[in-house]
């Protein structure tokens, strides 16, 4: 099945910096999304996002869906920012297959 | 407000015992899933359905069981034969499995179930 290789693992910022997480797939993938979970556990969709760029606030996301990946850049970052980011992608099967996901901490 | 909720937030039960998890959702979605989580691991598929009376198999299905009546429901059981039963469960749903209507397979969380078997 789908491999999917999300880097880093673990990211610590100071507020006001910027980052990029990217997302690998070892296959094709239907549809890909970003997700943030926050401490209680709680997963919000950051971008539903097959192809192309996409924009929400200080958020943004590529996907690159000819070469296999997909990017999230968070800007001027806020200790708010701080959890984990999973990216996800749809198979052929239309499972949605995750990552380890990116465990970023935001310092003040 | 329209949403998908589950109950209860955390549940202890001893070891041996079936415990039936709820997942509810009022968005009028077709396609329902329950996934698990491990500490500092992603998510992994246990049983998703599709439509109701109908559900398949994820990567994770042994010892666990769903039923799918209502289209708003679909509750999960982990049974006694389930070897690890101590996770974090996630219930979430989209408004179709597969179509060809842009993000029509998004999905969509609930705030998660904390299972502690002692």
């Known amino acids: 099945g789908i491999q999917v290789e999300q880097s880093p693992p673990d990211l610590i910022l100071q507020e006001g910096a910027n980052s990029t997480l990217r997302c690998n797939f070892s296959?094709?993938?239907?549809?890909l999304q970003w997700f943030h979970q926050n401490p209680w556990g709680q997963l919000i969709n950051l971008f539903y996002?097959?192809?192309g760029t996409k924009q929400n606030g200080r958020l943004s996301a590529t996907t690159v869906a000819t070469e296999r990946y997909s990017l999230l850049y968070i800007s001027s970052s806020q200790t708010t920012d701080s959890g984990v980011y999973f990216c996800?992608?749809?198979?052929?099967?239309?499972?949605?297959?995750f990552g380890s996901g990116t465990r970023l901490l935001v310092r003040p | 407000d329209g949403g998908i909720t589950q109950s209860p937030k955390y549940l202890f039960r001893k070891e041996g015992q079936n415990v039936t998890l709820s997942c509810e959702q009022n968005l009028n979605h077709d396609a329902m899933y329950w996934y698990r989580q491990d500490p500092g691991q992603g998510l992994r598929l246990i049983y998703y359905?599709?439509?109701?009376?109908?559900?398949q198999k994820g990567d994770i299905a042994e010892g666990y069981s769903v039923s799918r009546e209502k289209k708003e429901s679909f509750p999960l059981t982990v049974t006694s034969a389930q070897k690890n039963p101590t996770a974090f469960y996630l219930c979430?749903?989209?408004?179709?499995?597969?179509?060809?209507?842009?993000?029509?397979?998004?999905?969509?969380f609930g705030p998660g179930t904390r299972l502690t078997v002692l």
């Open positions: 296959d094709s993938v239907n549809n």
């Open positions: 979430a749903s989209s408004i179709a499995l597969s179509s060809g209507r842009d993000s029509y397979n998004e999905q969509f």
């Open positions: 359905s599709q439509i109701v009376n109908d559900f």
């Open positions: 996002i097959p192809s």
């Open positions: 996800a992608g749809m198979d052929s099967s239309y499972k949605l297959i």
